[in-house]
């Protein structure tokens, strides 16, 4: 009977593909709860919003709606209801996968765009370096540049030049003067050094601070146009939507999930990015029509929205699914600041109103959780396999038969 190998079992090949085969299983779950989620959630939006918009006319002005003509209210329910059916329509897993391409494509533009402006001031910078005199320079000992580090193996005292220093030969001089001394005998050449001699002192020259500026720009700008290059790729390696394994490559399937743990991680979190961008833009809808309806005074931007859901500006405290925000606008005696109530759909609020949506949301943190493990598990397998790779060359003996360069 064969003595199986005991490494095999710890074969970092093995381990990723089987993780990649329960990362398949565990896809499978992931999306059943992610549509379970969504369905429930396209139960409870509706009764939300209507409930997030009679407590918002209750706290302004609950007068202002009965004011409205009879039209005038029906069109209003009206566009509500069309606002949140066509919000409804989209909370699918499908339309969430694609929303979220369409974030993560959004994301690569914004970094494209802020490594070609920052590519731009260094060129501006360069440019004005150039052009600005040098007499800033001149106070600089000779050889210093204005604005580099340079990195050399050979010490400071074999160069002291670089450093302002300028030794002088010096010569001693006997009792006896050069003329009374006899002629010593000259060592055999193979035993000899070469006399020192010196060098000449190097005049500080305008350039040199320019151009060791310019050479450091010149490779922060090689290195910006690179990461431009990477980041504006028309399809990214890690897209969203039809991301699959190299085992999934060989084996010729098209898996609508990613099968690996990291990336089905990732996948989670761009669905809730994508969720979190769908409501948000259901609630800057539903407060535009606020507006044209003149049930509202003021409408927020959505990067001020954008900014509330990220957690950078403060709130006040508001109803489900309101924002009150305080702004800095002194209106004769009413302080220092005003009020400004409106609309704003979070998961978060919908799930502590829902318990259904709670139920689910908890089903999915445990899937969440499990992938973590998993994740754990993928890095130390990727990790074991990055130092095999990096030892089999140290450790394979060369071939004998192999002939030598």
Known sequence: MPISDPSSAYNPDEQLARLGRLCRLRSIAVYREQALYLQVLRDELGPAVRQALFSLMSETDPLRFNRLSEGQRTRFHAAIDNLINRCSVLLTVEQQMHLADQIQQEQLRHQARASRQMLQGLQQAAQQQQSEPSSQLTDLPPGASGGSVELSMAPPLDQPQRFGVHPKPSFRRNKHSKQDQPPQPQPPLSNSLPEPTPQPEPQPSSDSGDGAIQGDLDVLRSLFELAGEALEQPASAG??????????????????????????????????????????????????????????????????????????????????????????LAMGDLGPGMDVLCVLVRSSELEFDSYRLRRCRLRLRDQHQELLKMVRQQRHWERRCLDRDARTPW???????????
């Open 239 to 328: 897209s969203l939507v039809g991301r699959s394994s190299a085992a999934d490559a060989d084996d010729g399937q098209n898996n609508l999930l990613p099968t690996m743990p990291v990336a089905l991680l990732q996948w989670m979190e761009a669905m809730d990015l994508a969720l979190s961008r769908r409501l948000r833009n259901l609630s800057h809808a539903v407060n535009v029509q606020l507006l044209r309806s003149g049930l509202a005074q003021a409408l927020l931007p959505v990067n001020l929205l954008e900014a509330v859901l990220n957690g950078q500006t403060e709130t006040q405290a508001s109803p489900s699914n309101l924002l009150r925000l305080q702004l800095p």
């Open 395 to 405: 450790q394979t003996p060369p071939d004998p038969k192999t002939p030598a360069d």
